[in-house]
């Protein structure tokens, strides 16, 4: 079963920053979060990870809670193609050798409007 | 340019016939993986590999089975045992390495298997 919590749909106005929340009460201290989104028919798309700093690239802001329990992926500015599933992962303990076994869940439907 | 690429996109068979999805990167990445998904859920993981000649099985392998002989190519069948093959198969890669960053994984744009 996935780790995390997330609202099963979201709307967004275009422009606007989407922000996406994730709970993950039952993090592990050396879990970090990942988050993924698939738009739909094709692959998903690795978008950024943390640790317990907020983190930013070219894509994507990711806020993580003091307690680590929560974080919240933000969109600064949406646009209609930014219009997918969002996944949020907790990363489980690494597979020998040290690959990774992602858990996704059903992630939130983000739907940017015009 | 570098990536995953899965063929076909879409693919028909007759219930009782196996089939074998492909998968290749060239990406130089040591672990591949099978995942498959079905409408509104999230994606379940079938089988992975970590290095050439050897692979593990996910939460859900009964019914498929897969190689990896190549590093670049790590293919699935999905066998007439498996009870409800049609879904989304999406394949993926990555490094095995030790760092956050080595656990990106990049998917391929997906197959779509439907059985009749």
């Known amino acids: 079963d996935a780790k995390t919590t997330q609202p099963p749909s979201m709307d967004c106005a275009e422009g606007r920053a989407a922000n996406l929340p994730c709970n993950h009460s039952?993090?592990?201290?050396?879990?970090?979060v990942y988050w993924y989104r698939q738009i739909h028919s094709q692959g998903p798309q690795y978008i950024i990870h943390?640790?317990?700093n907020n983190e930013t690239n070219e894509m994507a802001s990711l806020i993580i809670t003091e307690d680590r329990k929560s974080s919240t992926l933000i969109l600064p500015h949406a646009t209609l193609r930014d219009t997918a599933v969002y996944y949020c992962?907790?990363?489980?303990?690494?597979?020998?050798?040290?690959?990774?076994?992602?858990?996704f869940g059903k992630g939130t439907k983000l739907t940017v409007n015009p | 340019d570098g990536g995953i690429t899965q063929s076909p996109k879409y693919l028909f068979r007759k219930e009782g016939q196996n089939v074998t999805l492909s998968c290749e990167q060239n990406?130089?990445?040591?672990?591949m993986y099978w995942y498959r998904q079905d409408p509104g859920q999230g994606l379940r993981l079938i089988y992975y590999?970590?290095?050439?000649?050897?692979?593990q099985k996910g939460d859900i392998a009964e019914g498929y089975s897969v190689s990896r002989e190549k590093k670049e190519s790590f293919p699935l069948t999905v066998t007439s045992a498996q009870k409800n093959p049609t879904a989304f198969y999406l394949c993926?890669?990555?490094?095995?390495?030790?760092?956050?960053?080595?656990?990106?994984?990049?998917f391929g744009p997906g197959t779509r298997l439907t059985v009749t």
């Open positions: 039952t993090i592990s201290g050396n879990e970090y």
């Open positions: 590999s970590q290095i050439v000649n050897d692979f």
């Open positions: 992962i907790v990363r489980v303990a690494p597979l020998q050798g040290g690959s990774e076994k992602l858990v």
């Open positions: 990406l130089n990445h040591d672990a």
């Open positions: 943390g640790l317990k």
């Open positions: 993926a890669s990555s490094l095995a390495g030790t760092t956050p960053t080595d656990y990106e994984q990049y």
